[in-house]
Protein backbone atom coordinates (compact mmCIF):
# COMPACT_ATOMS: atom_id res chain seq x y z
CA UNK A 1 0.00 0.00 0.00
CA UNK A 2 1.81 3.35 -1.04
CA UNK A 3 2.10 5.65 2.24
CA UNK A 4 -0.32 8.32 0.51
CA UNK A 5 -3.16 6.36 0.02
CA UNK A 6 -3.65 4.21 3.10
CA UNK A 7 -7.35 3.82 3.45
CA UNK A 8 -7.71 3.23 7.27
CA UNK A 9 -11.12 3.67 7.91
CA UNK A 10 -11.82 0.86 5.26
CA UNK A 11 -9.11 -1.10 6.59
CA UNK A 12 -11.12 -1.15 9.77
CA UNK A 13 -14.61 -1.53 8.50
CA UNK A 14 -14.29 -3.85 5.65
CA UNK A 15 -11.09 -6.39 5.49
CA UNK A 16 -12.47 -7.61 2.38
CA UNK A 17 -12.74 -4.63 0.29
CA UNK A 18 -9.62 -3.26 2.23
CA UNK A 19 -7.78 -6.40 0.70
CA UNK A 20 -8.48 -5.74 -2.75
CA UNK A 21 -8.11 -1.79 -2.72
CA UNK A 22 -4.43 -2.93 -1.28
CA UNK A 23 -3.81 -5.05 -4.12
CA UNK A 24 -5.20 -2.22 -6.82
CA UNK A 25 -2.88 0.09 -5.48
CA UNK A 26 0.23 -2.11 -5.86
CA UNK A 27 -0.90 -3.24 -9.30
CA UNK A 28 -1.16 0.39 -10.29
CA UNK A 29 2.11 1.24 -8.75
CA UNK A 30 4.40 -1.63 -10.43
CA UNK A 31 2.69 -2.02 -13.55
CA UNK A 32 3.08 0.36 -16.96
CA UNK A 33 -0.46 1.20 -17.34
CA UNK A 34 -1.11 1.96 -21.05
CA UNK A 35 -4.52 2.13 -21.68
CA UNK A 36 -5.19 5.30 -23.16
CA UNK A 37 -8.51 6.31 -21.78
CA UNK A 38 -7.02 6.03 -18.16
CA UNK A 39 -4.75 8.37 -16.22
CA UNK A 40 -4.05 8.92 -12.80
CA UNK A 41 -5.62 11.79 -11.22
CA UNK A 42 -4.00 14.31 -8.25
CA UNK A 43 -4.47 13.68 -4.63
CA UNK A 44 -6.90 16.84 -4.90
CA UNK A 45 -9.26 14.95 -7.27
CA UNK A 46 -9.13 11.67 -5.06
CA UNK A 47 -9.92 13.36 -2.45
CA UNK A 48 -13.05 15.44 -3.73
CA UNK A 49 -14.17 12.48 -5.04
CA UNK A 50 -14.51 10.76 -1.87
CA UNK A 51 -15.30 13.68 -0.07
CA UNK A 52 -18.69 14.64 2.44
CA UNK A 53 -20.08 16.20 -0.97
CA UNK A 54 -21.06 12.24 -0.98
CA UNK A 55 -23.95 13.09 0.86
CA UNK A 56 -25.56 15.29 -0.35
CA UNK A 57 -28.75 15.60 -2.79
CA UNK A 58 -28.68 18.19 -4.69
CA UNK A 59 -31.87 17.42 -7.75
CA UNK A 60 -31.99 20.77 -10.25
CA UNK A 61 -29.67 23.69 -10.88
CA UNK A 62 -28.11 26.25 -8.87
CA UNK A 63 -30.38 28.45 -7.11
CA UNK A 64 -33.07 25.75 -8.45
CA UNK A 65 -32.80 23.20 -6.35
CA UNK A 66 -35.57 21.21 -5.39
CA UNK A 67 -33.92 20.21 -1.48
CA UNK A 68 -32.41 22.91 0.92
CA UNK A 69 -29.04 23.01 2.03
CA UNK A 70 -28.21 23.66 -1.21
CA UNK A 71 -25.52 27.20 -0.45
CA UNK A 72 -22.38 25.40 -0.58
CA UNK A 73 -23.18 22.76 -3.06
CA UNK A 74 -24.93 25.49 -5.20
CA UNK A 75 -21.14 28.12 -5.61
CA UNK A 76 -19.41 24.33 -6.24
CA UNK A 77 -21.62 23.75 -8.90
CA UNK A 78 -21.32 27.19 -10.61
CA UNK A 79 -17.23 27.09 -10.09
CA UNK A 80 -17.31 23.86 -11.57
CA UNK A 81 -19.57 25.55 -14.42
CA UNK A 82 -17.57 28.64 -15.33
CA UNK A 83 -14.70 26.99 -14.94
CA UNK A 84 -15.74 24.52 -17.58
CA UNK A 85 -16.66 27.67 -20.00
CA UNK A 86 -13.54 29.27 -19.65
CA UNK A 87 -11.19 25.98 -20.01
CA UNK A 88 -13.29 24.96 -23.62
CA UNK A 89 -14.20 28.58 -25.05
CA UNK A 90 -18.09 27.01 -24.64
CA UNK A 91 -21.19 29.78 -24.36
CA UNK A 92 -22.85 27.18 -22.13
CA UNK A 93 -21.79 24.42 -19.76
CA UNK A 94 -23.50 21.41 -18.02
CA UNK A 95 -21.23 19.61 -15.39
CA UNK A 96 -24.13 16.98 -13.86
CA UNK A 97 -23.93 14.19 -16.44
CA UNK A 98 -22.51 11.15 -14.98
CA UNK A 99 -20.35 9.33 -17.47
CA UNK A 100 -20.11 9.92 -21.12
CA UNK A 101 -22.94 7.77 -22.62
CA UNK A 102 -25.61 9.24 -20.33
CA UNK A 103 -24.21 12.57 -21.61
CA UNK A 104 -24.42 11.39 -25.45
CA UNK A 105 -27.94 10.00 -24.56
CA UNK A 106 -28.87 13.63 -23.34
CA UNK A 107 -27.80 15.55 -26.55
CA UNK A 108 -29.82 13.39 -29.06
CA UNK A 109 -32.40 13.95 -26.07
CA UNK A 110 -32.16 17.06 -26.63
CA UNK A 111 -31.75 17.90 -30.27
CA UNK A 112 -33.68 14.77 -32.15
CA UNK A 113 -37.06 13.08 -31.77
CA UNK A 114 -37.23 9.06 -32.17
CA UNK A 115 -36.51 7.50 -35.63
CA UNK A 116 -34.25 11.52 -36.51
CA UNK A 117 -31.37 9.74 -38.00
CA UNK A 118 -27.40 10.36 -36.77
CA UNK A 119 -24.48 10.11 -38.39
CA UNK A 120 -21.05 8.55 -36.89
CA UNK A 121 -18.05 6.55 -37.43
CA UNK A 122 -18.47 2.98 -37.32
CA UNK A 123 -17.68 1.42 -34.08
CA UNK A 124 -14.82 -1.03 -35.96
CA UNK A 125 -13.46 1.75 -37.55
CA UNK A 126 -12.76 3.84 -34.45
CA UNK A 127 -15.94 5.42 -33.54
CA UNK A 128 -18.05 4.90 -30.09
CA UNK A 129 -21.18 2.32 -29.36
CA UNK A 130 -23.47 5.73 -28.75
CA UNK A 131 -22.45 6.93 -32.06
CA UNK A 132 -25.03 4.38 -33.82
CA UNK A 133 -23.80 1.16 -33.18
CA UNK A 134 -26.72 -1.29 -33.83
CA UNK A 135 -26.49 -3.13 -30.07
CA UNK A 136 -26.13 0.45 -28.44
CA UNK A 137 -29.31 2.67 -27.46
CA UNK A 138 -28.17 5.39 -30.06
CA UNK A 139 -29.25 2.84 -33.13
CA UNK A 140 -32.49 1.29 -31.19
CA UNK A 141 -34.06 4.86 -31.01
CA UNK A 142 -32.38 6.58 -33.98
CA UNK A 143 -32.12 5.59 -37.74
CA UNK A 144 -27.97 5.12 -37.41
CA UNK A 145 -25.66 6.03 -40.84
CA UNK A 146 -22.43 5.17 -39.96
CA UNK A 147 -18.83 6.19 -42.13
CA UNK A 148 -15.91 4.45 -42.54
CA UNK A 149 -12.47 5.29 -43.28
CA UNK A 150 -10.25 4.96 -46.56
CA UNK A 151 -9.17 1.62 -46.68
CA UNK A 152 -5.86 2.03 -48.03
CA UNK A 153 -4.66 4.84 -45.83
CA UNK A 154 -7.30 4.17 -42.82
CA UNK A 155 -7.75 8.09 -42.52
CA UNK A 156 -10.57 9.96 -42.35
CA UNK A 157 -12.19 10.36 -46.29
CA UNK A 158 -13.35 14.33 -45.78
CA UNK A 159 -14.85 13.49 -49.60
CA UNK A 160 -16.96 10.55 -49.06
CA UNK A 161 -18.32 11.67 -45.31
CA UNK A 162 -19.59 14.39 -47.24
CA UNK A 163 -20.94 12.43 -49.99
CA UNK A 164 -22.94 10.33 -47.57
CA UNK A 165 -24.32 13.18 -45.49
CA UNK A 166 -25.89 14.58 -48.78
CA UNK A 167 -27.09 11.17 -49.86
CA UNK A 168 -28.51 10.56 -45.68
CA UNK A 169 -29.66 14.07 -44.35
CA UNK A 170 -28.66 13.00 -41.09
CA UNK A 171 -30.66 15.51 -38.17
CA UNK A 172 -26.42 15.11 -36.36
CA UNK A 173 -22.90 14.79 -37.62
CA UNK A 174 -21.35 13.35 -34.93
CA UNK A 175 -17.13 13.29 -35.35
CA UNK A 176 -14.06 12.31 -32.40
CA UNK A 177 -13.35 8.63 -31.59
CA UNK A 178 -11.87 6.19 -29.07
CA UNK A 179 -9.19 4.55 -31.63
CA UNK A 180 -8.36 6.97 -33.78
CA UNK A 181 -4.88 8.02 -33.73
CA UNK A 182 -4.65 11.03 -35.78
CA UNK A 183 -6.16 14.62 -35.68
CA UNK A 184 -9.58 15.22 -36.99
CA UNK A 185 -10.74 18.01 -38.77
CA UNK A 186 -13.81 19.20 -36.74
CA UNK A 187 -14.20 22.32 -38.82
CA UNK A 188 -14.75 20.29 -41.82
CA UNK A 189 -17.56 17.97 -39.99
CA UNK A 190 -18.83 21.38 -38.87
CA UNK A 191 -19.17 22.39 -42.34
CA UNK A 192 -20.71 19.47 -43.86
CA UNK A 193 -23.63 19.69 -40.97
CA UNK A 194 -24.48 23.26 -42.02
CA UNK A 195 -24.31 22.26 -45.69
CA UNK A 196 -26.94 19.19 -45.03
CA UNK A 197 -28.93 20.96 -41.69
CA UNK A 198 -27.86 19.08 -39.03
CA UNK A 199 -26.73 19.78 -36.23
CA UNK A 200 -22.21 18.95 -35.96
CA UNK A 201 -21.84 17.27 -32.45
CA UNK A 202 -18.14 16.35 -31.38
CA UNK A 203 -17.31 13.90 -28.59
CA UNK A 204 -13.99 14.65 -27.52
CA UNK A 205 -13.40 12.64 -24.71
CA UNK A 206 -10.33 11.10 -25.31
CA UNK A 207 -8.88 14.39 -26.67
CA UNK A 208 -10.02 16.80 -24.04
CA UNK A 209 -6.76 17.56 -22.11
CA UNK A 210 -4.99 17.61 -25.62
CA UNK A 211 -7.58 20.21 -26.68
CA UNK A 212 -7.24 22.33 -23.89
CA UNK A 213 -3.50 22.29 -23.93
CA UNK A 214 -2.65 23.30 -27.37
CA UNK A 215 -1.84 20.48 -29.36
CA UNK A 216 -5.37 19.49 -31.43
CA UNK A 217 -7.53 21.71 -32.66
CA UNK A 218 -10.86 22.40 -31.11
CA UNK A 219 -13.78 21.82 -32.30
CA UNK A 220 -15.32 24.91 -30.27
CA UNK A 221 -16.30 27.53 -30.63
CA UNK A 222 -17.98 26.56 -34.08
CA UNK A 223 -19.34 23.30 -32.99
CA UNK A 224 -23.24 23.43 -31.84
CA UNK A 225 -22.81 20.34 -28.92
CA UNK A 226 -19.75 19.28 -27.67
CA UNK A 227 -19.09 16.34 -24.94
CA UNK A 228 -16.25 15.24 -23.36
CA UNK A 229 -15.39 12.73 -20.41
CA UNK A 230 -13.31 14.60 -17.89
CA UNK A 231 -11.09 12.07 -17.13
CA UNK A 232 -8.46 10.30 -19.79
CA UNK A 233 -6.45 13.11 -20.83
CA UNK A 234 -8.23 15.96 -19.06
CA UNK A 235 -7.19 13.56 -16.12
CA UNK A 236 -10.18 14.60 -13.99
CA UNK A 237 -12.93 12.23 -11.99
CA UNK A 238 -14.87 9.60 -13.99
CA UNK A 239 -17.83 11.88 -15.04
CA UNK A 240 -18.75 13.94 -18.02
CA UNK A 241 -19.32 17.57 -19.24
CA UNK A 242 -21.75 18.92 -22.39
CA UNK A 243 -21.00 22.18 -23.90
CA UNK A 244 -22.41 23.89 -26.32
CA UNK A 245 -23.83 27.39 -28.06
CA UNK A 246 -26.34 28.89 -26.38
CA UNK A 247 -28.66 29.16 -29.40
CA UNK A 248 -29.97 26.76 -31.27
CA UNK A 249 -29.38 27.08 -35.45
CA UNK A 250 -31.72 25.03 -36.10
CA UNK A 251 -34.85 25.79 -34.47
CA UNK A 252 -38.27 26.18 -36.06
CA UNK A 253 -39.61 28.89 -34.94
CA UNK A 254 -42.06 29.05 -37.84
CA UNK A 255 -45.57 30.29 -36.42
CA UNK A 256 -44.65 30.22 -32.84
CA UNK A 257 -45.55 33.50 -30.77
CA UNK A 258 -42.26 35.29 -29.11
CA UNK A 259 -42.31 33.72 -26.10
CA UNK A 260 -42.04 30.29 -27.47
CA UNK A 261 -39.51 31.55 -29.89
CA UNK A 262 -37.54 32.50 -27.92
CA UNK A 263 -37.66 28.98 -26.00
CA UNK A 264 -37.40 27.15 -28.74
CA UNK A 265 -33.69 28.70 -29.70
CA UNK A 266 -32.38 28.60 -26.58
CA UNK A 267 -30.03 25.55 -26.77
CA UNK A 268 -28.52 25.77 -23.52
CA UNK A 269 -31.89 25.23 -21.95
CA UNK A 270 -32.45 22.55 -23.97
CA UNK A 271 -29.70 20.71 -23.13
CA UNK A 272 -29.68 21.13 -19.49
CA UNK A 273 -33.53 19.80 -19.59
CA UNK A 274 -32.72 17.39 -21.29
CA UNK A 275 -29.88 15.49 -18.54
CA UNK A 276 -32.49 16.83 -15.71
CA UNK A 277 -35.25 16.27 -15.29
CA UNK A 278 -34.73 14.60 -18.86
CA UNK A 279 -32.31 11.82 -18.32
CA UNK A 280 -31.25 12.44 -14.55
CA UNK A 281 -31.98 12.93 -11.11
CA UNK A 282 -29.73 13.99 -8.61
CA UNK A 283 -25.92 14.71 -9.45
CA UNK A 284 -23.36 13.67 -7.99
CA UNK A 285 -21.84 16.88 -5.77
CA UNK A 286 -18.94 15.37 -4.55
CA UNK A 287 -17.57 14.07 -8.41
CA UNK A 288 -18.64 18.31 -9.85
CA UNK A 289 -16.29 19.47 -7.11
CA UNK A 290 -13.48 17.18 -8.24
CA UNK A 291 -14.35 18.30 -11.72
CA UNK A 292 -13.79 22.11 -10.63
CA UNK A 293 -10.84 20.86 -9.61
CA UNK A 294 -9.61 18.99 -12.66
CA UNK A 295 -10.32 22.01 -14.54
CA UNK A 296 -8.10 24.11 -12.28
CA UNK A 297 -5.50 22.20 -13.04
CA UNK A 298 -5.74 21.80 -16.63
CA UNK A 299 -5.77 26.24 -16.35
CA UNK A 300 -2.02 26.11 -15.45
CA UNK A 301 0.70 26.19 -17.69
CA UNK A 302 2.44 23.07 -16.52
CA UNK A 303 -0.84 21.21 -18.06
CA UNK A 304 0.21 22.62 -21.16
CA UNK A 305 3.72 21.45 -20.72
CA UNK A 306 2.17 17.43 -19.78
CA UNK A 307 0.00 17.37 -23.35
CA UNK A 308 3.05 18.51 -25.40
CA UNK A 309 4.62 15.19 -23.65
CA UNK A 310 1.66 13.22 -24.26
CA UNK A 311 1.86 13.88 -27.63
CA UNK A 312 5.55 13.88 -27.55
CA UNK A 313 6.15 10.23 -25.94
CA UNK A 314 3.43 8.77 -28.51
CA UNK A 315 5.40 9.75 -31.25
CA UNK A 316 8.52 7.89 -30.05
CA UNK A 317 6.62 4.94 -28.56
CA UNK A 318 5.12 4.62 -32.27
CA UNK A 319 8.65 5.11 -34.22
CA UNK A 320 10.39 2.45 -31.58
CA UNK A 321 7.73 0.00 -32.62
CA UNK A 322 7.60 0.55 -36.58
CA UNK A 323 11.71 0.55 -36.07
CA UNK A 324 10.86 -3.19 -34.43
CA UNK A 325 8.87 -4.29 -37.09
CA UNK A 326 5.65 -3.78 -35.91
CA UNK A 327 2.45 -2.45 -38.03
CA UNK A 328 0.52 0.94 -36.96
CA UNK A 329 -2.38 1.55 -38.36
CA UNK A 330 -2.40 4.48 -40.43
CA UNK A 331 1.52 4.09 -39.82
CA UNK A 332 1.61 6.28 -36.84
CA UNK A 333 0.15 8.69 -34.16
CA UNK A 334 -0.92 12.51 -33.95
CA UNK A 335 -2.44 12.39 -29.88
CA UNK A 336 -1.98 9.82 -27.38
CA UNK A 337 -2.60 6.61 -28.96
CA UNK A 338 -1.41 4.10 -30.98
CA UNK A 339 -3.64 1.08 -32.55
CA UNK A 340 -1.33 -1.52 -33.37
CA UNK A 341 -2.54 -3.97 -36.25
CA UNK A 342 -1.34 -7.50 -35.52
CA UNK A 343 -2.51 -9.23 -38.25
CA UNK A 344 0.73 -9.89 -39.71
CA UNK A 345 1.42 -12.10 -36.72
CA UNK A 346 -1.84 -13.58 -37.02
CA UNK A 347 -6.03 -13.10 -37.36
CA UNK A 348 -8.35 -12.50 -34.10
CA UNK A 349 -4.91 -12.63 -31.98
CA UNK A 350 -5.29 -9.31 -30.10
CA UNK A 351 -6.41 -10.64 -26.83
CA UNK A 352 -3.81 -12.95 -26.58
CA UNK A 353 -0.99 -10.70 -26.98
CA UNK A 354 -2.80 -8.48 -24.86
CA UNK A 355 -2.93 -10.78 -21.84
CA UNK A 356 0.88 -11.52 -22.75
CA UNK A 357 1.94 -7.74 -22.05
CA UNK A 358 -0.29 -7.93 -19.11
CA UNK A 359 1.67 -11.27 -17.84
CA UNK A 360 4.96 -9.03 -18.33
CA UNK A 361 3.62 -5.50 -16.27
CA UNK A 362 2.60 -3.82 -19.60
CA UNK A 363 -1.85 -3.18 -19.39
CA UNK A 364 -3.40 -2.72 -23.33
CA UNK A 365 -6.50 -3.40 -24.17
CA UNK A 366 -7.29 -6.11 -27.66
CA UNK A 367 -8.84 -3.58 -29.87
CA UNK A 368 -10.23 -4.08 -33.62
CA UNK A 369 -8.61 -2.51 -36.65
CA UNK A 370 -10.31 -0.56 -39.35
CA UNK A 371 -11.57 -3.87 -41.79
CA UNK A 372 -10.28 -6.33 -39.55
CA UNK A 373 -10.76 -9.54 -40.81
CA UNK A 374 -11.41 -11.18 -37.12
CA UNK A 375 -14.64 -10.34 -34.79
CA UNK A 376 -14.84 -7.66 -32.35
CA UNK A 377 -15.17 -10.27 -29.93
CA UNK A 378 -11.62 -11.69 -30.80
CA UNK A 379 -10.01 -8.41 -32.95
CA UNK A 380 -6.94 -8.09 -34.68
CA UNK A 381 -5.83 -5.14 -32.78
CA UNK A 382 -3.83 -3.68 -30.02
CA UNK A 383 -4.60 -0.10 -28.12
CA UNK A 384 -2.21 1.45 -26.14
CA UNK A 385 -1.57 5.44 -25.33
CA UNK A 386 1.11 7.42 -23.42
CA UNK A 387 -1.61 9.75 -20.99
CA UNK A 388 -0.59 7.86 -17.88
CA UNK A 389 3.15 7.06 -18.19
CA UNK A 390 3.50 10.95 -18.82
CA UNK A 391 1.60 11.73 -15.61
CA UNK A 392 4.07 9.47 -13.95
CA UNK A 393 7.02 11.55 -15.70
CA UNK A 394 8.36 8.97 -17.97
CA UNK A 395 9.69 10.76 -21.37
CA UNK A 396 11.05 10.04 -24.75
CA UNK A 397 13.74 7.69 -23.34
CA UNK A 398 11.41 5.93 -21.49
CA UNK A 399 9.09 5.50 -24.37
CA UNK A 400 11.93 3.99 -26.16
CA UNK A 401 12.26 0.98 -23.98
CA UNK A 402 9.23 0.46 -23.39
CA UNK A 403 8.67 0.23 -27.27
CA UNK A 404 11.66 -2.23 -27.30
CA UNK A 405 9.89 -4.69 -24.97
CA UNK A 406 5.88 -4.24 -26.21
CA UNK A 407 7.84 -5.32 -29.85
CA UNK A 408 9.69 -8.21 -28.16
CA UNK A 409 6.32 -9.72 -26.44
CA UNK A 410 4.27 -9.01 -29.70
CA UNK A 411 6.67 -10.98 -31.68
CA UNK A 412 7.09 -13.90 -29.04
CA UNK A 413 3.76 -13.85 -27.07
CA UNK A 414 3.57 -17.26 -26.27
CA UNK A 415 6.88 -16.91 -24.16
CA UNK A 416 6.41 -16.97 -20.63
CA UNK A 417 9.90 -16.52 -19.52
CA UNK A 418 10.44 -13.79 -21.81
CA UNK A 419 7.06 -11.79 -19.75
CA UNK A 420 8.51 -12.89 -16.51
CA UNK A 421 11.75 -11.24 -17.34
CA UNK A 422 10.19 -8.09 -18.38
CA UNK A 423 7.86 -8.11 -15.85
CA UNK A 424 10.54 -7.66 -13.75
CA UNK A 425 12.18 -5.13 -15.58
CA UNK A 426 8.87 -3.04 -15.71
CA UNK A 427 9.40 -3.06 -11.75
CA UNK A 428 12.47 -1.52 -11.53
CA UNK A 429 11.36 1.15 -14.29
CA UNK A 430 8.18 2.01 -12.26
CA UNK A 431 10.20 2.05 -8.97
CA UNK A 432 11.78 4.91 -10.41
CA UNK A 433 8.92 7.03 -11.59
CA UNK A 434 6.32 8.19 -8.55
CA UNK A 435 2.87 7.35 -7.57
CA UNK A 436 1.32 9.41 -5.08
Not at 126 to 147: I, M, W
Not at 182 to 206: L, N, Q
Request: glycine share 8%; aromatic share 8%.
Amino acid sequence: MSENINYEAIKERDSEIFNYLSLEVERQKYVLNMIPSENYVSKAVLEASGSILTNKYAEGYPGKRYYQGMANVDEIERIAIERAKKLFGAEHANVQPYSGSPANAAIFYALLKPGDKIMGMRLDMGGHLTHGHKVNFSARFYKSVQYTVDKETQMLDMDEIRKLAIKEKPKIIISGYTAYPRKIPFKEFHEIAMEVGAYSMADISHIAGLIVGGVHPSPLPFTDVVMTTTHKTLRGPRGAIILSKKEDRLANVDGLDEKKAKLEKNLARKIDRAVFPGLQGGPHINVIAAKAIAFEEAMKPEFKDYARQVVKNAKVLAETLLDNGIKLVTGGTDNHLILIDLTPLGIGIGKEVAVALENAGIVANMNTIPYDPSTPFKPSGLRIGTPLLTTRGMKEEEMKIIGEWISKIIHDYKNESLQKKIKQEVKELCERFSFY
